[in-house]
C-alpha cells in the first residue's frame, strides 16, 4: 500500500499569502479603513458614555427639586430652604484637569482599577449603602466604572456583579414576596442599566409604533372609573345642552357603575383597552431575539437564584418576580412617560396620559400574576378577562427571556484587546466622586476587604483618610488612568495574549510597507529571520521609523512568546503567521461590521442628546417656577415692608392651569377645569420624569 502524498498544512499560512492578501486590498483597504472605523467607534462609545454621566447628573437634580417643591407647597420647608438645597449645574461643564500629586494619581488610579476588575467590591458595597449614598454610587457605579455601554469586557464585568449582588439578596430574603421590592442600590441600578443604549434601541423598536399611535388620537378616551365617566358625563351634558343636569351631583361608586349611560359609555372602553393589551403582549412576545442579552441575562439570574432558594416556588411567582424586573422597571415607565423615552414627540393630554396609565395596569397586574378586584380599583375587574386571556402567553414569553447562554459563552470578547484594557485604562471622573468612593470604602473597609492580605486594603493605606468634598464650582473633572501594578512584570497568560496581537500587527504592518516579492525571493521571505533583517534594511533607506519599531517590538517579543509556549519557532512561527492570515481574510466582514456598529452608535447618541435636551426643558420649567415663587415673594414683602407685621411663609397661591402649562403638574383631576384659573391653595401631587 502507497504511502498518502505528504500534505503541507503550512503553505495557506505563509508569509508570501500574506504578501499577497495584502496587496489584493486596495490602499484604503490595507487596514485603513478598519483602524479609522475603529477609532470612530471609540470615539462614539466614549460620547454615549459622557453623555448619559450628563443625563443622570441632570435627572438626579430634577427628581431633587421634584421633592423639594412637593415639601414647599405641604409647607414642610420654607422657600429659601429650597433655594439652598438645589443643586449647581455646573458640574455637567466642568473641565478636567490631571491630579498634580503622582503618589496620589497613582493611589487613586489602582483603587478604581481594582474597584473596576474585582466585581466583589462594587457588590459588597451596593449592599452596605444608605439611602442617601445611593445616587452617588450608582453613578460611579453605572456612568464611570462602567460607563462604556458597548464595550464587551465592561458590561462582563457589570454583569457579574449584578450576579454577586443578586446572589446575597436571594440569600438574604426572608421570603419570595418580599425579593427585589424594596429601593434599594441593587433595584435602582437594575433600573438604571435598562436606560442605558441597547435597552432605549430596543424600546424604541418595539414600542414606538404602537405608543405614537395611542398617542396621536387625542380624542381617544379609554376612562372606565364610573364616577370620572358619570362626572365627565354631566358636564357635556350640560354644555351641550345648556341645561342643569338632574342626575346626583355626588353618587356613590356603585350608583355611578349602576347607570345606564355609563355603562354603555364604558363597555366599548373596556374592548378597547382589551385590544390594546393584545396588541401590546403580541409586539413584545414578537421582540424576543431583540430584547438586549445583559437585561435576558439578569432575567436568567432571577429565575436561577428562585429556583435554588425557593424550589417549591410556583411557576406564578416565578414569572412575576421576572416581570416585575422586565416589565414594571423597563416597559412600563417608557408607556406611562413615553415622551420621556423619545418615543413620542408630541405632547401628552390628560386623556391620553389616562390611557397609557390603565395599560400599565394591565400589565402591572400581567406581572404579578393578580386578578383585579377590591373595593378601591372594583371597577377593573372586567378586565380580569383580558387578563386570563393573555396570562399564558405573557409568562411563556417571560420564561424564554430566560434561554440565553452563559455570561462567558455569549460575551465571546476579542480577549487579546479586552485583556490589554484590564492592566490598563482611563475613566473620567469628578473630585467628589473620587473622595465619596474612597469615603464609602474606608467605611465598610472591614465587609468590603475584610483580608489583610487584600491590595485594596494597602492601597487605602497609602491613601490616608477620605478629603472632605468640595464646593460645587471646585468640582472638576478628572481623566484618572486606572493601573493594575501587581501585573506590571508577569508574563502570564493574558499579557502573552496581548503580546502576539501587538507582534501580529506588527507582521502586517512590516509585510505591507516592504517592496513588492519577486520570484526568487518568495522562498526567503517565508524565512521571518530573513524578513526582519530586509525590513530593517528597507526602514534605514526609508527613514520608516514606524518599520523600525514593528522590528524591534517583533525582536523582542518573540523569545518571550517562543519561552511561554506560544510561539515555537521549529515550525517557522506558524501560530502568528496563521492568526495573521485569518484577520486579512475576515477583513472585509469586519469593515462591514464596523460600518453597521457605527450607524448603530449615531442613532444611540441622536436618542441620548434629545432625551437630555427633554431633561433641560423639565428643568427650565422648574427653575421657572422658582423664579415665579422668588418674584411673588420679593413683590409681595415690598408692598407690606410698611406695617408692622411679622412676614408669613408660605403658603403661597398659583393658577392650577399655568402650572400645569409649565409642565409641574400633569393631572389635577380634583380641580374642576372652571376651577383651575383660580389661585386656590390646594394639595396637588407632583409628578415628575426620570430617566
Known amino acids: 500500500m502507497e504511502n498518502p502524498p505528504t500534505r503541507r498544512p503550512t503553505l495557506r499560512y505563509s508569509v508570501h499569502n500574506l504578501y499577497n492578501l495584502i496587496q489584493g486590498l486596495d490602499a484604503e483597504k490595507a487596514g485603513d479603513a478598519l483602524a479609522e472605523s475603529q477609532r470612530r467607534i471609540m470615539e462614539l462609545k466614549k460620547e454615549i458614555s459622557t453623555q448619559s454621566k450628563k443625563n443622570f447628573t441632570l435627572e438626579r437634580e430634577i427628581r431633587n427639586l421634584d421633592e423639594k417643591i412637593a415639601l414647599l407647597i405641604r409647607?414642610?420647608?420654607?422657600?429659601?430652604?429650597?433655594?439652598?438645597?438645589?443643586?449647581?449645574?455646573?458640574?455637567?461643564?466642568?473641565?478636567?484637569?490631571?491630579?498634580?500629586?503622582?503618589?496620589?494619581?497613582?493611589?487613586?488610579?489602582?483603587?478604581?482599577?481594582?474597584?473596576?476588575?474585582?466585581?466583589?467590591?462594587?457588590?459588597?458595597?451596593?449592599?452596605?449603602?444608605?439611602?442617601?449614598?445611593?445616587?452617588?454610587?450608582?453613578?460611579?457605579?453605572?456612568?464611570?466604572?462602567?460607563?462604556?455601554?458597548?464595550?464587551?469586557?465592561?458590561e462582563h464585568l457589570l454583569l457579574s456583579m449584578f450576579q454577586l449582588v443578586l446572589q446575597e439578596e436571594f440569600k438574604q430574603a426572608p421570603g419570595i414576596g418580599s425579593l427585589l421590592r424594596a429601593n434599594t442600590a441593587l433595584t435602582r441600578m437594575?433600573?438604571?442599566?435598562?436606560?442605558?443604549?441597547?435597552?432605549?434601541?430596543?424600546?424604541?423598536?418595539?414600542?414606538?409604533?404602537?405608543?405614537?399611535?395611542?398617542?396621536?388620537?387625542?380624542?381617544?378616551?379609554?376612562?372606565?372609573?364610573?364616577?370620572?365617566?358619570?362626572?365627565?358625563?354631566?358636564?357635556?351634558?350640560?354644555?351641550?345642552?345648556?341645561?342643569?343636569?338632574?342626575?346626583?351631583?355626588?353618587?356613590?361608586?356603585e350608583e355611578a357603575a349602576a347607570n345606564e349611560e355609563i355603562k354603555k359609555l364604558i363597555a366599548p372602553r373596556i374592548k378597547r383597552l382589551g385590544e390594546i393589551t393584545d396588541k401590546f403582549v403580541d409586539a413584545l412576545i414578537g421582540s424576543i431575539e431583540h430584547v438586549p442579552y445583559g437585561i435576558r441575562w439578569i432575567c436568567k439570574q432571577i429565575a436561577d437564584l428562585t429556583q435554588q432558594k425557593f424550589p417549591n416556588s410556583t411557576q406564578a411567582q416565578l414569572c412575576s418576580l421576572i416581570g416585575g424586573f422586565y416589565l414594571l422597571r423597563f416597559i412600563n415607565p417608557a408607556i406611562v412617560t413615553p415622551q420621556a423615552?423619545?418615543?413620542?414627540?408630541?405632547?401628552?393630554?390628560?386623556?391620553?396620559?389616562?390611557?397609557?396609565?390603565?395599560?400599565?395596569?394591565?400589565?402591572?397586574?400581567?406581572?404579578?400574576?393578580?386578578?383585579?378586584?377590591?373595593?378601591?380599583?372594583?371597577?377593573?375587574?372586567?378586565?380580569?378577562?383580558?387578563?386570563?386571556?393573555?396570562?399564558?402567553?405573557?409568562?411563556?414569553?417571560?420564561?424564554?427571556?430566560?434561554?440565553?447562554?452563559?455570561?462567558?459563552?455569549?460575551?465571546?470578547?476579542?480577549?487579546?484587546?479586552?485583556?490589554?484594557?484590564?492592566?490598563?485604562?482611563?475613566?473620567?471622573?469628578?473630585?467628589?466622586?473620587?473622595?465619596?468612593?474612597?469615603?464609602?470604602?474606608?467605611?465598610?473597609?472591614?465587609?468590603?476587604?475584610?483580608?489583610?492580605?487584600?491590595?485594596?486594603?494597602?492601597v487605602l493605606k497609602s491613601l490616608g483618610n477620605a478629603p472632605k468634598q468640595i464646593p460645587k464650582t471646585e468640582n472638576l473633572n478628572v481623566d484618572l488612568r486606572l493601573y493594575n501594578f501587581a501585573a506590571k512584570d508577569e508574563h502570564n497568560e493574558e499579557s502573552n495574549e496581548?503580546?502576539?496581537?501587538?507582534?501580529?500587527?506588527?507582521?502586517?504592518?512590516?509585510?505591507?510597507?516592504?517592496?513588492?516579492?519577486?520570484?526568487?525571493?518568495?522562498?526567503?521571505?517565508?524565512?521571518?529571520?530573513?524578513?526582519?533583517?530586509?525590513?530593517?534594511?528597507?526602514?534605514?533607506k526609508t527613514s520608516d521609523e514606524e518599520m523600525k519599531n514593528a522590528v524591534s517590538l517583533i525582536n523582542i517579543s518573540f523569545p518571550k512568546l517562543v519561552s511561554s509556549g506560544v510561539l515555537s519557532s521549529t515550525d517557522g512561527f506558524l501560530q502568528l503567521r496563521k492568526?495573521?492570515?485569518?484577520?486579512?481574510?475576515?477583513?472585509?466582514?469586519?469593515?462591514?461590521?464596523?460600518?453597521?456598529?457605527i450607524e448603530r452608535l449615531r442613532s444611540v447618541v441622536i436618542s441620548i442628546k434629545e432625551h437630555n435636551k427633554f431633561l433641560h426643558q423639565q428643568y427650565d420649567a422648574y427653575k421657572q417656577y422658582l423664579n415665579n415663587v422668588r418674584e411673588n415673594c420679593s413683590s409681595g414683602k415690598q408692598a407690606k415692608s410698611d406695617k408692622p407685621k411679622k412676614n408669613r411663609v408660605g403658603p403661597f397661591k398659583y393658577s392650577i392651569s399655568q402650572l400645569?402649562?409649565?409642565?409641574?403638574?400633569?393631572?389635577?383631576?380634583?380641580?374642576?377645569?372652571?376651577?383651575?384659573?383660580?389661585?386656590?391653595?390646594?394639595?396637588?401631587?407632583?409628578?415628575?420624569i426620570y430617566i
Open 190 to 253: 437594575m433600573t438604571t442599566y435598562t436606560r442605558r443604549g441597547p435597552g432605549q434601541q430596543y424600546l424604541k423598536q418595539v414600542l414606538s409604533g404602537i405608543l405614537g399611535n395611542i398617542c396621536s388620537q387625542n380624542d381617544l378616551i379609554l376612562e372606565i372609573n364610573p364616577v370620572k365617566v358619570y362626572e365627565t358625563y354631566i358636564n357635556s351634558y350640560e354644555t351641550t345642552t345648556g341645561q342643569t343636569c338632574t342626575l346626583n351631583r355626588k353618587p356613590t361608586p
Open 341 to 458: 423615552f423619545m418615543l413620542v414627540e408630541s405632547k401628552l393630554g390628560n386623556n391620553t396620559r389616562r390611557n397609557l396609565t390603565l395599560l400599565a395596569k394591565i400589565l402591572q397586574n400581567l406581572a404579578n400574576n393578580m386578578q383585579f378586584g377590591g373595593v378601591k380599583e372594583f371597577y377593573m375587574e372586567p378586565l380580569n378577562v383580558v387578563l386570563q386571556k393573555n396570562k399564558e402567553r405573557l409568562n411563556g414569553f417571560l420564561l424564554s427571556l430566560t434561554k440565553v447562554e452563559s455570561l462567558d459563552a455569549h460575551l465571546s470578547l476579542d480577549k487579546y484587546l479586552a485583556l490589554g484594557k484590564t492592566s490598563e485604562s482611563i475613566i473620567n471622573i469628578s473630585l467628589n466622586e473620587i473622595y465619596c468612593i474612597h469615603e464609602l470604602v474606608l467605611q465598610h473597609q472591614h465587609l468590603v476587604c475584610p483580608d489583610s492580605g487584600d491590595p485594596l486594603n494597602a
Open 75 to 154: 409647607n414642610r420647608i420654607t422657600f429659601e430652604e429650597l433655594l439652598s438645597s438645589s443643586s449647581d449645574l455646573s458640574i455637567l461643564h466642568a473641565r478636567t484637569i490631571t491630579l498634580k500629586d503622582k503618589r496620589e494619581r497613582e493611589s487613586y488610579g489602582q483603587m478604581f482599577y481594582l474597584l473596576q476588575s474585582h466585581p466583589k467590591y462594587i457588590a459588597t458595597l451596593a449592599r452596605l449603602v444608605k439611602i442617601g449614598e445611593i445616587d452617588n454610587l450608582l453613578q460611579t457605579v453605572m456612568f464611570t466604572l462602567y460607563g462604556n455601554q458597548y464595550d464587551e469586557l465592561e
Open 579 to 597: 492568526e495573521a492570515i485569518q484577520e486579512l481574510t475576515n477583513y472585509e466582514e469586519k469593515v462591514a461590521k464596523a460600518i453597521k456598529d
Open 660 to 688: 400645569e402649562k409649565d409642565g409641574i403638574i400633569t393631572e389635577a383631576s380634583v380641580v374642576p377645569e372652571d376651577k383651575k384659573t383660580q389661585c386656590d391653595t390646594i394639595f396637588l401631587k407632583l409628578h415628575a
Open 498 to 540: 496581548q503580546l502576539l496581537i501587538e507582534t501580529k500587527t506588527a507582521l502586517l504592518y512590516i509585510i505591507k510597507m516592504m517592496p513588492q516579492l519577486t520570484p526568487e525571493t518568495q522562498s526567503q521571505h517565508n524565512d521571518l529571520s530573513y524578513l526582519l533583517t530586509q525590513a530593517t534594511s528597507c526602514a534605514l
